[in-house]
Structure formats: structure tokens, C-alpha cells
């Protein structure tokens, strides 16, 4: 899926939502555990019931990995449901790859050639040469990690050089010399707030992946009003707030509850920026 093709999506449903798919079989309504594949019985039903009302979808890959063949296979079955069923909804393999050049290209071939997603999260700790293989696939994006949510991000990603240049904003900065805003999206926290001002200084066109707006305590409200910019520029994921809105019977119906809450405050928000 290209920029353009992105946007006209936001601007047609109204939304920047993305979808989580973090499915934990500890977590699902436990009428679902009689199923033969109830990872992909869990995520056909929470995607039926929100895809009127999202952009996106993010399946972790650690969710699934953690299963083995039987999970891959449950990925696989779930990336195929999408293409097949909801051929315009963006579609992000959470994985954060990154190695050197060979291995990135095989990670690349995996995700892009195999599972034919749209786009794929990477580290960029090891620089340019592990970047840059997932750049050379027409109509796919790279998802480069810059600020993180968690707590642990204050570890490395704000520490501040000699001239004051913090490593998230060199990140930002050396990396558009390899992608640009039709190629590479970043990761920026949702907890980050007005950071989100400094970031676009320094990128004012990419799209943004925000994760942490719900059970983390981002606001979407702050989100928007310092990091949309003219073609909104920011898909905003949303997991545990969604899917595990209910562990009852109703748990696809109350899915669709919170994800159309949230698509009516985005709506809300692309109209103040006249979108």
C-alpha cells in the first residue's frame, strides 16, 4: 500500500486506527480454547467486528512465535484472512527485526515476499546496512523505532550528546538519508506527549505508529494536537483497550464498541485539522 492510498483510507473511514493483535490464549474468552486454531478463531472475529472502524492492523509476532509452527501458522492464516477479506486495510507484522545486511534481507524476503505485509517495525541500533535491505521493496514500509512507550526508553533513547542532540532525534535525522516519507514511518509513544512537537521539527511529513494510547495512558487528544500534520500522519494502535474488552461471549461485539468510540474521537480530531 503506497502513501497516497494510506491517507485515502484515513480520510475515507474516518479514522487512523490500528488494531493490535496481541492474542494471548490467557487472555481470550475461554469458549474460544474448544476451537482447533483459536488464535485465528479469536482474531477473524475481532477483525469482522472492527474493520468498519480502523486503518490498520498490527499483529504482534511475539504472540504468535510463542506457539511455534502451530502459531506461525495461526499468523499465517490471519494475514490471509485480511488480504483476502479486507484488501485495504493496512497491515503491520510487529516485529522489530534488524541484523546485519544478509540477515535483514532474509528477515525482508520473510515478511515482504512470504507474508506479503505491508509493512514491518525495525531497530536501527546497528545502522544504516541493517536498514536499508527492507527499503528496497516497492510499495512497503519500513517502521523504524525512534521513541518508545515504555519505561526503559529514558535508558537510551533521551540521552543527550556533547552538542545536546538526544539519540532518538539522531535517529530521526540519520535515518532519512536511507528512507523518506513514502518508505519509512517511526515509532513514537503515545506517553511521549509534547515530545511530540520536537519530533516534528525534525520529520513534519512521516507517518507516524503510535502506540500507547488506552491501557499504557497516552492521550489521543495530545497525540493530535502535536503530531498530525496535513495528511493526519499518524496511525494510532490500540491492543489491549480493543480486543480484550470483554472476556465473555461478547467479546467481538464489545471490541467493536471501543474501536468505534475511538474512530469518533479521531473523527473528531481529523475535523480540527480540516481533514
Given at each position: ?7 485515502n483510507q484515513i480520510k475515507t473511514k474516518r479514522s487512523f486506527l490500528c488494531v ?121 514500509w519500513v517502521i523504524l523505532l525512534a521513541l518508545t512507550s515504555n519505561k526503559g ?123
Amino acid at each position: 500500500m503506497n502513501r497516497s492510498e494510506l491517507v485515502n483510507q484515513i480520510k475515507t473511514k474516518r479514522s487512523f486506527l490500528c488494531v493490535g493483535l496481541d492474542t494471548d490464549l490467557k487472555k481470550m474468552p475461554e469458549h474460544l480454547l474448544k476451537e482447533e486454531d483459536p488464535i485465528f478463531a479469536f482474531n477473524k472475529a475481532i477483525i469482522d467486528a472492527t474493520a468498519d472502524y480502523c486503518v490498520s492492523y498490527k499483529p504482534n509476532l511475539a504472540f504468535y512465535e510463542a506457539f511455534g509452527v502451530k502459531g506461525l501458522i495461526s499468523f499465517e492464516k490471519t494475514i490471509k484472512y485480511l488480504k483476502d477479506n479486507y484488501p485495504n486495510h493496512f497491515i503491520v507484522a510487529d516485529a522489530k527485526r534488524g541484523d546485519i545486511g544478509n540477515t535483514s534481507a532474509m528477515y525482508a524476503r520473510t515478511f515482504f515476499d512470504e507474508y506479503d505485509v505491508d509493512s514491518l517495525t525495525v531497530a536501527p541500533y546497528m545502522g544504516e546496512d541493517s536498514v536499508t535491505p527492507f527499503l528496497g521493496y516497492e510499495g512497503k514500509w519500513v517502521i523504524l523505532l525512534a521513541l518508545t512507550s515504555n519505561k526503559g526508553s529514558h535508558d537510551f533513547q533521551l540521552t543527550e550528546d556533547n552538542n545536546g542532540e538526544r539519540l532518538f532525534e539522531k535517529v530521526l535525522r540519520t535515518s532519512q538519508n536511507w528512507g523518506n516519507a513514502d518508505n519509512m514511518m517511526y515509532v513514537i509513544g503515545a506517553t511521549q506527549g509534547r515530545m511530540f512537537e520536537d519530533i516534528r521539527k525534525i520529520v513534519p511529513n512521516h507517518f507516524l505508529l503510535v502506540p500507547g494510547v488506552g491501557a499504557q495512558g497516552g492521550s489521543l487528544e495530545e497525540v493530535c494536537k502535536y503530531g498530525m500534520n496535513k495528511d493526519c500522519g499518524l496511525l494510532v494502535n490500540s491492543s489491549r483497550g480493543i480486543i480484550y474488552a470483554s472476556k465473555g461471549e461478547d467479546f467481538a461485539e464489545q471490541a467493536a464498541k471501543n474501536a468505534k468510540e475511538l474512530q469518533q474521537q479521531m473523527n473528531k480530531e481529523l475535523e480540527k485539522f480540516g481533514i
